[in-house]
């Protein structure tokens, strides 16, 4: 039922073309301020990443030294254990009086305006964006910041003239007035404010809220009563602390130096001078409540993910996550994206909420990490998730049964019966790619429509036609070759380009004949055991031939086999295979990385002009920081290249992503397409065998007559033409 929910809410997403619209707009006008003030500010992400390691780690004293100085400001304060125990206690304030509400994810959390509506209560909601979201009636919001922006000005104009009672032109400075007037009548008739807290200062008791509209300030000090919800991780060791998470949260999610409006409450307003008594609330509320929330925050600090708790809620994760742009707040739960669904794991004993809020949509291309001010590591928190549902769940028939055959290393007798056979279900197409000859969907491979273009196995895998090759006599060195699974059986032209180009620069390419899978499509299901058992293979095969480097054309095979097998091995004690281990881990290079950094090779120029256009494989440039390399090599070749909008952005391939989640992984491959388009290159260039087959994907989807190709085959062309290979 979950999995039914989960694509139930990805369909909606992908139907939603309105949200997408505004979603896109939205994040295009942000990203280029975001990125331009945080380099002029670099000093703020590591100093607020301190700061919130700092007060989770110390969250147990923080919070009664909090709760201390705020009593001693006159607040109220209530500790909600949970949802239902903050939503009571607000609701019991509220009564069934007019409420004007600021923006809040806490409250969004424990779904108080719904709650205060169920008793009577009237909510307004203050900030513009939801206050249209709200006359809309449809629950959503397209953006965390601009909640509206999939309305038209015309449906703005609608919504707003039809709660006003009057005719409003589309002119937006007009509507932004009438709204005003609007709201200015409901914070003056108002009984309670409510807002959240952008940080709160254990030292002092002061709440820090920032804002570009003036609506927070008006819901805190106009209304009788104040109510601050706020999770626990919102508070901080000291006042400077909370002025460094203000600022970081307006660069990072607006590209602001600093809000425009920035409101410190200290206490409830009151005059020492008692002959000014009679004006004791003419400066702010005259009751101020807080309500700390600690649902499942203490269970996601011990169960060691407290760094979930980091989170300002600035977006800036979001504005870079390609399943988010695709499919906007159907990903996550409560809180939107990778670090909603991770948060998700601790607001109940209900834990197909997990699979609900998208466990399984996580494409892995590490760019919200990169984006975070705070580093928060959600790709390996979701990992880790999905390897704790796989040992209490299991992973389905399907799965399991694949990954056995990969742990097993049976995947070679069966790519020759494969071959055999593949021509009743493919339909080949040209330059050896294929089309199913039936609907899949029919029979529950949902990610194999009949348009999808796939690759045909290779009459010869890759170990069968480079055992027809000659050794050099008198090699400059040796490097051992990974292939991976493509390249083995679906593209193993990669392999012999890769062999010409190292055997033109004088060094000898060893290959292994009984290559497993690498375990990454294990990995991100979770399955490690099955992944543990096909690094132990491995292993045994790669250390029983001598070489100087371990070389990669699959950067996502590169980084399983330094990285990922480190962790699968952390609790072996078999010192003889830990020790062959850290041997090829210390050799593991990437091609390219290789002939420019190590070989310092000058190929030929390509004979005839060729434009192309690099995409960099999310693998490669965030994992191994390889982005000039390939495009030295391009220039050397004498390319012309031609940048696209956004080199490193995903192209949604994810590997098993893009089979579990085609619709997804193809709505992110069809942005990446346009702006492959979008430079007229005739070629996409890209340094990973599985990126390279999606390109193919949606290229030829979208009926485009640009080609993809991985980057060691025009090197190797280069070197054919100047009769430098065999």
Known sequence: MSNQILQQKIDAGLDDHPSWVGRHTTID???????????????????????????????????????????????????????????DYIANITG???????????????????????????????????????????????????????????ECAQLLSKDLGEELPTDPELLVGAARRALRNAFMHAEVGISGANAIAADTGAILLTENEGNIRCVTSIPRVHIVIAGIEKIVPNFTDGLTVVRTASTYGCGQDIGTYVSIIDGVSHFSNPAMDFLQYAQGPEEVHVVFLKQGRQQAINQGYQSVLYCLNCGGCLNTCPVYNSIGENFG????????????????????????????????????????????????????????????????LVKSGVFHILSTNALSPLMKVGRKFQGIALKEQPQHEALLRFNANKIGIAGIPKDRLLPTLAKQSFPELIAKKSPLKKPKSKVAFFAGCLVNYAYPQIGLDCYDVLMA?????????????????????????????????????????????????????????????????????????????????????????????????????????????????????????????????????????????????????????????????????????????????????????????????????????????????????????????Q
């Not at 990125?35 to 500010?41: F, G, I, L, N």
């Not at 294990?522 to 070389?551: Q, R, W």
């Open 96 to 154: 069934a009086h007019l409420v004007v509400k600021s923006k809040t994810n806490t409250g969004k959390e424990i779904g108080i305006t719904h709650r205060l509506q169920e008793q009577g209560a009237t909510v307004y909601e203050t900030d513009l964006g939801d206050r249209l979201a709200q006359l809309e009636g449809k629950g959503k919001s397209a953006h965390t910041l601009a909640p509206a922006c999939h309305l038209t000005r015309v």
């Open 333 to 396: 739960y409560k809180y939107i994206g990778g670090r909603g669904t991770v948060f998700s794991a601790f607001h109940s004993e209900d834990k197909s909420k997990l699979d609900e809020a998208g466990l399984s949509l996580c494409i892995g291309c590490q760019r919200c990490v990169e984006s975070c001010p705070l580093e928060m590591p959600v790709p390996q928190m979701i990992q880790r998730l999905r390897e704790e549902q796989a040992q209490t769940q299991g992973n389905g």
């Open 29 to 87: 006008h942000l990203r280029p301020g975001i990125t331009k003030v945080s380099a002029e500010h670099p000093e703020l992400a590591p100093a607020l990443r301190k700061i919130k390691e700092d007060a989770i780690n110390h969250l147990d004293t923080l919070l009664p030294q909090a709760i201390a100085a705020m009593e001693r400001n006159g607040f109220h304060i209530y500790v909600a254990e949970n949802a239902q125990q903050a939503a």
């Open 505 to 725: 620069n004088q060094v000898q390419m060893v290959t292994f004949k009984n290559e497993a899978c690498c375990g990454l499509p294990a990995i991100m299901s979770g399955d490690t055991k099955a992944a543990e058992k096909m690094a132990k293979e491995n292993i045994h095969l790669l250390s029983s031939k001598e070489y100087d480097y371990l070389i990669f054309t699959c950067p996502s095979c590169a980084v399983t086999v330094k990285e990922e097998w480190e962790r699968l091995l952390a609790h072996c004690d078999d010192e003889t295979l830990l020790a062959q281990y850290k041997a090829i881990q210390s050799k593991v290079i990437d091609l390219n990385d290789y002939l420019v950094n190590i070989l310092h090779i000058q190929p030929p120029v390509l004979k005839e002009p060729v434009s192309v256009t690099w995409h960099d494989p999310c693998h490669l440039v965030r994992s191994m920081h390889i982005s000039h390399e390939p495009r030295q090599l391009l220039h050397q070749m004498g390319v012309e290249l031609q940048e696209m909008k956004e080199p490193n952005a995903c192209c949604g391939f994810g590997g098993s992503f893009s089979l579990f989640h085609y619709d997804v992984s193809r709505s992110v491959n069809d942005e990446k397409i346009a702006q492959i388009a979008d430079t007229q290159a005739q070629y996409v260039v890209t340094g990973c065998p599985g990126c390279m087959m999606h390109l193919k994907d949606g290229l030829y989807r979208n009926h485009s007559a640009q080609q993809a190709v991985h980057i060691v085959s025009l090197l190797a062309k280069a070197y054919r033409q100047g009769g430098n290979t």
